[in-house]
Nanobody
Framework: QVQLVESGGGLVQAGGSLRLSCSAS????????MGWYRQAPGKQRELVAG???????NYADSVKGRFTISRDNAKNTVYLQMNALKPEDTAVYYC?????????WGQGTQVTVSS
């Protein structure tokens, strides 16, 4: 059974940076595309960034140039480096496969950006 555990969230001022990590159990991690998603209060969950098994990346327009997704297959871990954070980036951030699997949503990690 696959489990994904997110970490690295916190409270940061606008313009600051955070690095999120997602550790995955299971041997299928390295062959699957992974994504970081977020859900703000009252809004639907959205894909923020994705990375293929060979490292090809994709980003939501709202985070292009500020966020960077990366992965370390040896560690079964995917990262999200978030720079130049804005208050509108405030949300719970989740990792999942891309496309997402309903059965593996974790608790997520809260990111709060103060103005």
């Amino acid at each position: 059974q696959v489990q994904l555990v997110e970490s690295g969230g916190g409270l940061v001022q606008a313009g600051g940076s955070l690095r999120l990590s997602c550790s995955a159990s299971g041997s299928i991690f390295s062959i699957n595309a992974m994504g970081w998603y977020r859900q703000a209060p009252g809004k639907q969950r959205e894909l923020v960034a994705g990375i293929g098994s060979r490292g090809r990346t994709n980003y939501a327009d709202s985070v292009k140039g500020r966020f960077t997704i990366s992965r370390d297959n040896a560690k079964n871990t995917v990262y999200l480096q978030m720079n130049a954070l804005k208050p509108e980036d405030t949300a719970v951030y989740y990792c999942n496969f891309q496309p997402s699997w309903d059965s593996v949503w974790g608790q997520g990690t809260q990111v709060t950006v103060s103005s």
